[in-house]
């Protein structure tokens, strides 16, 4: 048989071709991997849409690039690509709940609660508790949403014209005759999201807007400060003291480290010859978190900013710290429940009639930042949405006013330059204006709530058992007097009992046979926004289950959330929450005398693990003490590997289940 080797050769080609353009796609994917686990989103992408003519998973493709235009803050570009690999029926557990976001970013409401619907339903018992809470708030706002847009002001919108580019205007302030802003015009590129670098720009203010929402600057921008801008991180949102002489203001991002968590606040002092100095970094910073969108109030004597360091709602949360005479800066205090949410709080403005204005996605809103405003009476926080046409469904935050009824915000809404832009805003109506709809007439009975809480009390134990007769206390935080004082029946239940908005509470239950058990229950952030009331009086009730735990000796409990550094024994922030209550423990049960142990992994020599445990339980010992418990109520035992939990751990999760810290009673 004679073979053709011309077709042979054409056979042997296109194999090779094929295997190369294999190889190059897995290249470019690999490429854009590593580019995604660097944080440069821009990057990743580029590579990811080479590797995309290959033969990639695509729901792991497709994932990457969903998630790499979303950290880069392109969430309407994101939806395609969450689309797509939900369709290839990818395992991420977070892809219904960010395609969500996506999707709501379009105004594609319906969507959006469809796939909250399905995360809420299939969430693993992994989930952070912050993403699952901020789920199910937004799975209400969406029910909500067509309550929500009925909210409409009469504000006209104008796109600040030459002063937006095809990059990034935001975060307008004013100081003087000038209005300052942050911008991406730098010559390096951010490679997060494709853009020039942010810096601090500025230009003329008009003098009298007209009527018609015509606010365009008398000049073109200009650098602010020669002395404020380095060419390779980003800077902006800054704020500006009463005098105009001290300037607060974020820096960080050089794109060196993943997560943006690289951002701090800065300060600058205006000295002689009217020059800016080096900006110092603030104290007040936290080094392993995002701190940004610095605010004075009116009177200069609080700081407003921006963080998600530890401790907070969730997300980025709204922070304030006093300012004394010295200018020396208190310690940063979150600004609680009510103005926080489990979602992100950013951008405040505190007004001159002391109104806060802030941004958020956890309030119930039309897009994905919408702007609130907050106000505070008889020691209850009001937010409210701010309507249309101020919100929409892409990002509006920045908002500041110049006068009475006009000021400034910014959004990356449709219709406009190019990502984020600066708008003008005037209240009122004009001739030129088209009618927008006003506020739905308010009812002539304000519509009210009442809040109540009941519970039960339990054993802690498998299968849970009501506990009748046990006492139960419900007492208010701020003047530590019992507001409700019961006995459990049998069904081990007690209520309903009202409660304040805004008031802290601690509820204390007692029963012979058992330790005191003492549970924390706030009532900020549980009121019930507006909107979303419908009768005149409405009655909600929180219930809370309390478990009481049996006192019986050498019982022993395992302390979640108690953790080291590698070949450390110091104690760690994180841990500091889980041994305060611990602390509280013996303070209600003054009897009570425990031992606290450490255990290690198998993963070291036997004499290293037992001095390394010893320490931790020392350390933790020591802890309590200098929380004013008695030396001699506790007792610090290092067990080392002796007791494994898991006899044979091949997997890191099965190491740190035998790497644990314990409780076990000794004295009744």
């Not at 100095?277 to 969108?293: F, K």
């Not at 009501?466 to 004082?485: F, K, M």
């Not at 939990?645 to 409780?663: F, G, L, P, S, Y």
Request: with cysteine; hydrophobic share 35%.
């Amino acid at each position: 048989m004679r073979i053709n080797t011309l077709s042979v050769m054409l056979v042997a080609m296109a194999l090779a071709t094929g295997l190369t353009g294999c190889n190059s796609a897995m290249q470019a994917y690999k490429k854009g991997v590593h580019h995604y686990d660097a944080g440069e989103y821009n990057l990743a992408l580029t590579q990811f849409q080479k590797a995309a003519t290959g033969t990639i998973d695509p729901a792991r493709l497709n994932y990457y690039m969903a998630e790499s235009y979303r950290l880069s803050n392109r969430f309407a570009e994101a939806a395609p690509f969450y689309q797509k690999a939900l369709a290839a029926n990818t395992t991420e557990p977070e892809a219904h709940f960010n395609y969500a976001y996506a999707l709501k970013s379009e105004g594609n409401y319906a969507g959006a609660l469809e796939q909250l619907q399905q995360y809420v339903a299939n969430a693993p018992k992994t989930a952070p508790k912050a993403t699952l809470d901020k789920a199910r708030r937004e799975v209400e706002t969406l029910r909500a949403i067509d309550m929500i847009a009925k909210t409409k002001s009469l504000i006209t919108i104008k796109n600040m014209g030459g002063l937006n580019s095809p990059g990034a205007e935001f975060a307008p302030v004013v100081r003087g005759e000038e209005l300052v802003f942050t911008a991406s015009r730098k010559d390096q590129v951010y490679k997060n999201n494709g853009l020039p670098m942010l810096g601090l720009y500025k230009t003329k203010l008009p003098q009298n807007p007209d009527e018609t929402g015509s606010a365009a600057p008398t000049g073109p921008p200009e650098l602010f400060s020669t002395n404020v801008f380095e060419g390779d991180v980003n800077e902006g949102t800054p704020a500006f003291s009463k005098d105009g002489k001290t300037m607060i203001l974020a820096r960080g991002n050089n794109g060196k480290r993943k997560g943006g968590l690289d951002v701090d606040l800065y300060i600058s002092r205006l000295g002689e010859g009217n020059a800016w100095s080096q900006p110092l970094r603030l104290p007040i910073s936290d080094s392993t978190a995002w701190d940004g969108s610095p605010a004075f109030s009116a009177d200069g004597k609080t700081l407003y900013f921006a963080s998600n360091r530890a401790g907070g709602a969730g997300g980025i949360d709204i922070y304030r710290t006093s300012i004394d005479a010295s200018g020396r800066f208190s310690r940063p205090v979150n600004m609680g429940r009510d103005i926080n949410t489990p979602g992100d709080e950013m951008f405040p403005y505190v007004a001159p009639n002391a109104k806060l204005y802030f941004a958020s996605d956890g309030h119930p809103g039309l897009g994905k930042l919408d702007i609130f405003v907050a106000t505070r009476s008889g020691g209850v926080t009001r937010v409210e949405n701010m309507g249309q046409p101020i919100n929409s469904p892409a990002d509006d935050f920045g908002l500041i006013y110049t006068g009475d009824a006009r000021g400034f915000m910014s959004s990356n809404r449709g219709g406009g330059k190019g990502d984020d832009d600066i708008y003008f805003f005037q209240e009122g109506l004009t001739p030129s204006t088209p009618t927008i709809a006003q506020n739905p007439p308010a009812s002539s009975a304000p519509k009210t709530v009442r809040y109540f809480i009941a519970g039960t009390v339990s054993a802690n134990e498998t299968p849970v058992a009501p506990l009748d007769s046990a006492r139960v206390r419900i007492l208010d935080d701020a003047t530590g007097q019992p507001v409700a004082e019961v006995t459990t029946g049998q069904p081990g239940t007690f209520g309903k009992y009202p409660l304040t908005e805004g008031k802290d509470y601690t509820i204390l239950a007692e029963r012979k046979g058992y330790l005191t058990r003492r549970e924390p229950f706030t009532m900020q952030g549980k009121s019930i926004p507006e909107v979303f009331l419908t009768k005149p009086q409405t009655d909600t009730t929180f219930n809370v289950a309390i478990l009481m735990d049996k006192s019986v000796l050498n019982k022993t409990f395992v302390l979640e959330n108690i953790y080291y550094d590698l070949d450390k024994y110091n104690i760690r922030s994180d841990a500091s929450p889980e041994l305060d209550k611990i602390v509280v423990i013996l303070k209600d049960n003054p009897t009570l005398k425990l031992e606290l142990s450490s255990h290690t992994d198998v993963r070291a020599p036997d004499a290293y693990n037992m001095k390394l445990s010893q320490n931790r339980a020392k350390a933790a010992v020591d802890y309590i003490v200098s929380q004013g418990i008695s030396a001699d109520r506790l007792v610090a035992k290092g067990y080392g590997e002796t007791r494994l939990v898991v006899k044979n751990a091949k997997t890191e999760e099965e190491h740190q289940r035998n790497r644990r810290t314990e409780i076990k009673i000794l004295e009744l």
